[in-house]
Nanobody, 128 residues
Framework: QVQVVESGGGLVQAGGSLRLSCIAS????????MAWFRQAPGKERDFVAR????????HHSSSVLGRFTISGDHAKNTVYLQMNSLKPEDTAVYYC?????????????????????WGQGTQVTVSS
C-alpha cells in the first residue's frame, strides 16, 4: 500500500524559511518522479517543483525559482522542499505528489493529472 505523508508546514513571517518533508512508502517503481504542488483558497492546485528520483534532475516553477529548492534523500525515501524568502502569496496547502513512470529527464511534469499518488497536504501560512 502506497502512503505519501507530508510534514513541516506552519506559520512564518514574510522573509522567513520553512522546510517541508514528504515520506513516500510502498513504492516499487525505479522510475519515480516526486513533486510539490500548492493550492491557495479558491484557486487551482499549482505546480511548485519536481525531482526525478533517478538522477536528481529538478525543475522549479518560475514563481519560486531562486527561493525554493527541491531535494531528495534516497536512503530515507524522503523529498524535501526548502522554502526561503517566503512571501504572503506563498500561503497555501502544499501537497506532495508521486509519479511512478518517468519516461525521461526532459519532461517538466507540471500537470496534476500526471501524478499517481498524493499526500494529504500541509498548511503553510506566511504573515506580512
Amino acid at each position: 500500500q502506497v502512503q505519501v505523508v507530508e510534514s513541516g508546514g506552519g506559520l512564518v513571517q514574510a522573509g522567513g524559511s520553512l522546510r517541508l518533508s514528504c515520506i513516500a512508502s510502498g513504492l516499487t517503481s525505479n522510475r519515480l518522479v516526486m513533486a510539490w504542488f500548492r493550492q491557495a483558497p479558491g484557486k487551482e492546485r499549482d505546480f511548485v517543483a519536481r525531482i526525478i528520483w533517478s538522477g536528481g534532475d529538478t525543475h522549479h516553477s518560475s514563481s519560486v525559482l531562486g527561493r525554493f529548492t527541491i531535494s531528495g534523500d534516497h536512503a530515507k525515501n524522503t523529498v524535501y522542499l526548502q522554502m526561503n524568502s517566503l512571501k504572503p502569496e506563498d500561503t497555501a496547502v502544499y501537497y506532495c505528489a508521486v509519479k511512478t513512470n518517468n519516461v525521461g529527464s526532459g519532461y517538466y511534469y507540471t500537470n496534476t493529472k500526471e501524478y499517481d499518488y498524493w499526500g494529504q497536504g500541509t498548511q503553510v501560512t506566511v504573515s506580512s
